[in-house]
């Protein structure tokens, strides 16, 4: 039983969903997993577990930021082994080649945390993806007719920053939007030798203003979700 999730062993499937908003845990476990279970409600943080086509999946919430979703992603490996870890989130486009509800997959991840600074005592490292979670999620994306975008993400530590002008040089070298989580994700599935893919849906679009509601963040999008488990079924888990 860990700190933050208090779930017993053998209760958290080796594939787990990681939504960052703990309602939309909720929405996708009774939405798209049956006989889903609530394995963990402390910090309102909620888990379940159910099956998907036949196979044990799990949704974990994380909450918003790197050191958030750090601690449940340490927990997920160190104390319940889980296996793939794919974020299902939201991002903010920065690039006019995206629209709203525009589904992201995220083949690496920049950022402005020190957390890698002090990791790496000063180097940089590239966050990416795990290739074979990735070219499942296309494949799935091509065969469901669900249009994505594969390309780099901006894993930020601030939602309100004071320095804006750092994104758009950002958007210069090709990163398509920003979110809070991938960069994190991706460096501590690396380190243990797990599978990770971030998988998101923009639900803003800094640049033109337009943005969605916080219900429809929370339980309409669909699309990402369906991509994501589609993905872990068809990644043979590593070992």
Not at 196 to 207: E, G, M, Q
Request: charged share 20%; with cysteine.
């Amino acid at each position: 039983m860990s700190t933050h999730i208090g779930a017993e062993p053998g209760d958290i499937a080796a594939r787990v969903l990681l939504p960052g908003d703990p309602l939309r845990a909720t929405w996708i476990a009774e939405t798209f997993l049956e006989g889903a279970r609530r394995y963990s409600s402390v910090r309102a943080m909620h888990g379940y577990t159910g099956t998907y086509r036949g196979e044990a999946v799990s949704v974990q919430g994380t909450g918003m930021g790197m050191p958030s979703a750090s601690i449940y992603v340490n927990e997920l490996i160190r104390d319940y082994d889980c296996q793939q870890l794919v974020r299902v989130g939201s991002c903010g486009a920065v690039s006019d080649r995206l629209k709203i509800r525009d589904v992201v997959l995220a083949i690496s991840a920049a950022t402005d945390s020190s957390m890698n600074r002090i990791r790496f005592e000063g180097l940089d490292y590239a966050a990416t993806a795990d290739f074979h979670l990735l070219r499942a999620a296309y494949d799935a994306a091509e065969a469901a007719g669900v249009a994505v975008t594969v390309g780099q993400l901006f894993s930020s530590d601030s939602f309100y920053s004071d320095r804006p002008e750092l994104l758009q040089r950002m958007t210069q070298y090709g990163v398509v939007a920003v979110e809070m989580e991938a960069n994190a994700l991706y460096t501590l599935a690396a380190k243990h030798g797990r599978q990770a893919l971030c998988v998101c849906t923009v639900s803003d679009h800094i640049v033109t203003g337009e943005e969605t509601s916080t219900q429809e963040r929370e339980q309409t999008f669909g699309d990402m979700v369906a991509v994501a488990l589609d993905a872990i079924l068809a990644t043979p888990l590593p070992g």
